[in-house]
């Protein structure tokens, strides 16, 4: 098993362009987390997904950011017209149900120019 | 709402030295609280959880209610435990954490 893949593992984009962040959950895992985490501040919580439902996005940003889990295929977080604010690190997590520990993947570090 | 904090950004101790690394949380439910720890160059990984009363690496915290507080404490510590040490609490249902913004352990040979 090889945990959870995210990629890319870096992202530049310029200001004004769409970010797409992709994440493959472990093996047998439905639920999804998004987290991002800005420079010297902690990770913060921003959706959780089962397969083709959103369960939870209290944390995400009201405009430009979405994020969808189809039924096939990996988790895709959209981030539309950057800006140089959302440069981050944005990590996924996977379980296999909303009670069980959630594994990380290694991040995708998006910088916005 | 949920919060939880950790005071220190950066502790460095000497290898032998006694570790703890503080964290307080404020969360109106009953808290299930976590410490998370990412090692150079790898993802992030749950090192203990406060229900589990376990001891890992050495490491062990128990969670104070009446000082709402869940440090982390190691008695001699290690180089290898050099990382950056998040704590997290676990929000009502699901598994949406709350983190802490870390703590950058550094252990000197």
């Known amino acids: 098993n090889a945990g959870v893949m995210q990629n890319p593992r870096h992202l530049v984009r310029r200001r004004g362009q769409e970010a797409r962040l992709r994440c493959s959950p472990m093996k047998g895992h439905s639920h999804v987390y998004w987290y991002r985490q800005l420079p010297e501040e902690g990770l913060k919580f921003m959706v959780y997904?089962?397969?083709?439902?959103?369960?939870?996005e209290s944390g995400m940003p009201k405009e430009r950011f979405s994020a969808e889990f189809p039924k096939e295929g990996p988790s895709i977080l959209r981030i539309q017209q950057v800006v140089r604010g959302d440069s981050a690190a944005y990590f996924c997590a996977s379980s296999l149900t909303g009670a069980t520990e959630a594994f990380f993947g290694q991040g995708t570090r998006l910088t916005v120019v | 709402a949920q919060r939880v904090t950790q005071p220190e950004k950066l502790l460095s101790v000497f290898k032998g030295a006694p570790v703890e690394l503080k964290c307080n949380y404020s969360y109106s439910g009953s808290p299930e609280l976590f410490w998370y720890v990412q090692y150079s160059r790898q993802r992030l990984q749950l090192l203990l959880r406060?229900?589990s009363r376990e001891s890992i690496k050495g490491f062990t915290a128990d969670l104070n209610k009446g000082e709402t507080s869940f440090h982390l404490k190691k008695p001699f510590a290690q180089e290898e435990d050099s990382a950056m040490y998040y704590c997290?609490?676990?929000?009502?249902?699901?598994?949406?954490?709350?983190f802490g913004g870390g703590t950058r352990l550094m252990v000197k040979p």
């Open positions: 997904l089962q397969k083709e439902n959103i369960i939870d």
């Open positions: 997290a609490l676990r929000r009502d249902a699901g598994n949406m954490l709350t």
């Open positions: 406060h229900i």
